[in-house]
């Protein structure tokens, strides 16, 4: 090895082979990334509290390696350096998460409905909620672009914000784009879900999006 790897094959090592040396390196490379971007959320609601941002920091981690790192799999990268973006975005998405389930702000989908509260269709359906992200998923993975549905999912899932998203420059959408991809997503979804209710076959036996 002549040097340091770069990002990116940070990231493929540790995805490909899972080795402590490549997770070794993606903690070295990151972790001041995540710390500040936790740090950065943490402050917003008083003074920084050590403890809170080191197990902040952890929650980051174990989000990235859930679901044997789903989120850093469905990631994909337009230049070698956008995963910090990517990183930061995450980082800040779990602080906020924390901060939100003790009260300090409620979620958007419980105040009002604008159209992108896909909950607002989902949660009185009866079906096994698991079971129903899966066909959503698979709907959403053969209808629509890899960037669409990494977009719909880091909304949804990860707890990012329209204006964090266009923030990576990995997507190439303003805030407004963003905006537009979602809803666009939310109520064709909205209206499969719909006719899964009716009784008719699940989303992703269903016709394409138009």
């Known amino acids: 090895m002549t040097g ?25 490379r990151f972790q001041p990334l995540i710390a500040a971007n936790v740090a950065r959320v943490v402050r917003r609601y008083g003074p920084a509290n050590p403890a809170l941002i080191d197990d902040l920091v952890q929650e980051t981690y174990l989000r990235l390696c859930k679901d044997n ?7 994909q990268a337009q230049h070698d350096e956008a995963i910090f973006g990517y990183l930061k975005v995450i980082a800040a998405s779990v602080a906020l998460d924390h901060f939100r389930a003790r009260g300090a702000h409620k979620r958007r989908g419980e105040v009002e409905d604008d ?16 079971a129903l992200l899966q066909e959503l998923d698979q709907r959403l993975e053969s209808t629509e672009t890899e960037r669409d549905r990494t977009i719909f999912w880091l909304y949804y899932r ?3 914000t329209a204006r964090d998203i266009a923030s990576m420059p990995s997507f190439g959408l303003t805030q407004k784009g ?24 699940p989303p992703n036996t269903l016709g394409g999006m138009k």
């Open 69 to 75: 790192c789903r989120s850093l799999r469905s990631f």
């Open 178 to 201: 963003v905006e537009a991809c979602i809803y666009r997503l939310t109520q064709s979804l909205r209206s499969a879900v719909n006719t899964w209710k009716k009784g008719l076959p």
């Open 4 to 28: 340091p790897l770069a990002a990116g094959e940070i990231l493929r090592a540790c995805l490909e082979t899972g080795s402590e040396a490549a997770w070794t390196a993606f903690v070295q």
């Open 158 to 160: 990860q707890g990012c």
């Open 115 to 130: 159209g992108t509260n896909l909950e607002a269709t989902t949660s009185s359906s009866g079906m096994e909620q698991a």
